[in-house]
């Protein structure tokens, strides 16, 4: 399934849990900011109350006197009755006696200046305000804050099972949406991998919509239109630089042969056999040459399959096995069975081939010459020869690049190796099997892990 | 054998002609694919050599149109473009051989022969029989003078298919091809002494055997 591997590491899992993060800091956040909204308007409200009241109290006070004032503050008293009331009221006389009301202790609060506080009795939270009276009186008017902490308790409760549900919802739309995100994206790569493997006419849906993953898409189809284009006309190309070049090349020989036929002189026919065998190499050359070229530009991909690395290497060191013997070389191969690996057969085989071809040409008989094939793939031909300078290491896999002179070949096939290799993701390098060089091809994570390119 | 040989070029024509006639091959010419495949209903056609680079229809494409029509008459595809992706290409377009310009004469008459006994009875018998040469195909053994020849795999395949173009030559390219399915040429010289090891195992204990290198060509396999 496209969208099976929902793990951190998908930018789509990340999108979604950091939405539901989002969600659930907006979410403490505003009910905060509520409590505080809540706190402050009740506050303000709750000071008006106890302004009017004061106002009113010291009216009755200039009209009745103090006993019609001590009356109303007991009728007010009474009128909320129970241990802890909402309203508060003390009355006190110039030396601070207590006249009235229900505060034990009234506050010492500056009543000259009308001053305002919140004080603490018990587990209640009051608000205050003390002003004097005439005839050097001191009143003090308060309400209780426990009706606002009620009500921000239970905004606290409803913000919290909001808060849950919003959560939920988030999460759930995020991964929805972080899964069909993915199944997309999964989608456009899987567009690459079938156009890499030689799929040139794969490409992208991009009729489901307008979104910036379907403008992406038509991006991904242009380039991939692109590179078919210059994959068709390099093969073009390179196939018209073939024909072209091989056909005088062949009528050249056509008329060589011609010239053999009537000819009787044996130095002129040995000259007309050695022209004939000189077109044969520049036309080896340059198929070589193409071979380089088509490899490193990607070419055909479509022979691409899952083989068996193990059965490659074996026939191909039965093949030599003959070879070695004639040339007195000690040639054995050590190869794991059942190592696979995914690419083209024909191209890995020659890489196979490249390896041993040039372990055979350069090592002096009586030499050992191994071939190994192991998990990963790891892929090695050594032997015990003269080996290869450190400095000549990296250069080696260059084109016409040789460590001798050998009588054959044109310097291009350990080129050809590093290219083969890569296009399957392997590392080809060279290093010293003291005595005797060492090729190694491998995965080119495992030849990183080992500090090397 | 009746060749009938589509191919653009001229001189190439001419030369192919040629070669073929001294061979009592006879071949008659189609410069395109169009004019080629109106020929190839005639029951005394044997093989068609075709090049790949054509004016107008492409070879492969001739191909690909001789197939769906039901024609299986063998084609040797002739062409220009040598390298080993162009013979996977043309060899699964439905090709039965691949020989690359410019090529050796005796080349290109051993691959009609080659193609010619392929269409015959002998390649597909279950035992295979040169002189006192014995080759069980479906039992994968061989024996000589009813001795059991110990032969690995391959040169079991090796020997089969010498003994199925027995007498005629059979170059390097075609027994890297058919019997070790390379599309390439090693530069060792692998084939050749597998030869020369596969002769060793015939004669070995009997004396001369019948596998002879001809000279600059490839080898034979001749009456024991």
Redesign the interface.
């Known amino acids: 399934m496209a969208a099976g591997n929902l793990t951190l590491n998908s930018i789509a899992v990340r999108q979604a849990l950091l939405s539901t993060l989002v969600t659930l800091v907006a979410v403490v956040f505003l009910a905060i900011a509520a409590s505080f909204a809540i706190e402050r308007t009740m506050r303000a409200d709750m000071q008006q109350t106890i302004d009017t009241d004061i106002v009113g109290l010291a009216d009755i006070m200039v009209n009745g006197g103090e006993a019609e004032l001590l009356l109303r503050i007991a009728d007010r008293t009474a009128l909320v009755p129970g241990a802890t009331p909402l309203a508060y009221y003390g009355l006190t006389d110039r030396h601070g006696m207590r006249l009235g009301g229900n505060l034990q202790m009234p506050p010492n609060l500056d009543a000259s200046h009308s001053q305002a506080a919140e004080i603490r009795l018990g587990d209640d939270r009051i608000l205050l305000r003390a002003t004097r009276l005439r005839g050097g009186l001191t009143l003090v008017v308060g309400r209780s804050l426990r009706g606002v902490e009620a009500l921000q308790r239970r905004l606290q409760v409803d913000f919290l099972g909001v808060g849950i549900i919003a959560l939920l919802a988030t999460l759930v739309a995020g991964f929805a949406v972080a899964a069909r995100l993915r199944g997309r994206v999964e989608r456009l790569s899987q567009t690459f991998s079938r156009f890499e493997r030689g799929d040139l006419a794969a490409r992208s849906d991009t009729a489901s919509g307008r979104d910036e993953l379907v403008q992406l898409a038509g991006h991904v189809n242009a380039h991939l239109d692109w590179t078919a284009r210059l994959l068709s006309a390099q093969r073009e190309i390179s196939d018209n630089i073939a024909h072209e070049l091989r056909t005088p090349l062949v009528h050249l020989d056509t008329r060589l042969l011609s010239a053999i036929g009537h000819n009787s002189d044996e130095t002129v026919a040995l000259e007309l056999h050695l022209a004939r065998s000189n077109i044969r190499s520049i036309v080896s050359l340059f198929d070589a040459l193409l071979d380089l070229a088509v490899a490193e530009a990607g070419g055909i991909t479509a022979n691409i399959s899952s083989f068996d690395l193990s059965e490659t290497a074996a026939d191909l060191a039965e093949l030599y096995a003959a070879s070695a013997e004639e040339a007195g070389l000690d040639f054995k191969a050590r190869i794991t069975p059942g190592v696979t690996m995914r690419g083209e057969v024909m191209a890995m085989t020659r890489l196979v081939a490249n390896l041993l071809d040039n372990a055979f040409k350069y090592v002096p008989s009586g030499s050992k010459v191994r071939l190994i094939v192991a998990d990963g793939p790891r892929l090695v031909v050594e032997d015990n020869g003269t080996g290869i300078a450190a400095a000549d290491a990296e250069q080696i896999f260059l084109r016409f690049r040789r460590v001798a002179a050998p009588e054959t070949g044109h310097g291009l096939g350990l080129a050809l190796v590093k290219i083969i290799a890569a296009r399957h993701g392997l590392s080809a390098r060279v290093e010293d099997a003291r005595p005797g060089a060492r090729f190694i091809v491998e995965a080119q994570d495992a030849a990183t892990r080992k500090g090397v390119s | 054998m009746n060749i009938l040989l589509i191919e653009d070029?001229a001189?190439?024509a001419a030369?192919i002609t040629a070669i073929l006639a001294a061979e009592d091959i006879a071949v008659e010419w189609a410069t395109t694919a169009e004019a080629g495949l109106a020929r190839t209903g005639d029951n005394a056609l044997d093989v068609i050599v075709m090049d790949w680079?054509l004016p107008g229809m492409s070879g492969l494409d001739a191909v690909a149109r001789l197939r769906s029509a039901g024609i299986e008459k063998p084609v040797l595809m002739l062409s220009?473009?040598?390298?080993?992706?162009?013979r996977?290409?043309g060899l699964d377009g439905g090709v039965d051989d691949y020989l690359?310009?410019?090529f050796e004469?005796a080349e290109l008459v051993a691959r009609l022969r080659a193609l010619y006994r392929r269409t015959t009875v002998q390649a597909r018998q279950p035992v295979l029989i040169h002189g006192d040469i014995e080759l069980h195909v479906r039992a994968r053994t061989a024996h000589r003078a009813g001795k059991h020849l110990g032969l690995?795999p391959?040169e079991f395949e090796l020997l089969k298919y010498l003994m199925e173009n027995a007498g005629e030559i059979v170059t390097r390219e075609m027994l890297l091809r058919n019997v070790?399915k390379?599309?390439?040429d090693?530069?060792?010289?692998?084939i050749d002494?597998?030869l020369?090891?596969l002769r060793r195992k015939l004669e070995d204990g009997f004396g001369y055997c019948c596998l002879e290198t001809v000279r600059g060509r490839g080898y034979r396999l001749t009456a024991p």
Do not use: C, I, Y
Not at chain 2, 186 to 190: A, E, S
């Open positions: 070029d001189l190439t030369a680079m220009a473009l040598g390298r080993a992706e162009h996977v290409e690359a310009k410019p004469p690995s391959k070790w390379l599309n390439f090693p530069q060792t010289n692998v002494v597998n020369v090891r």
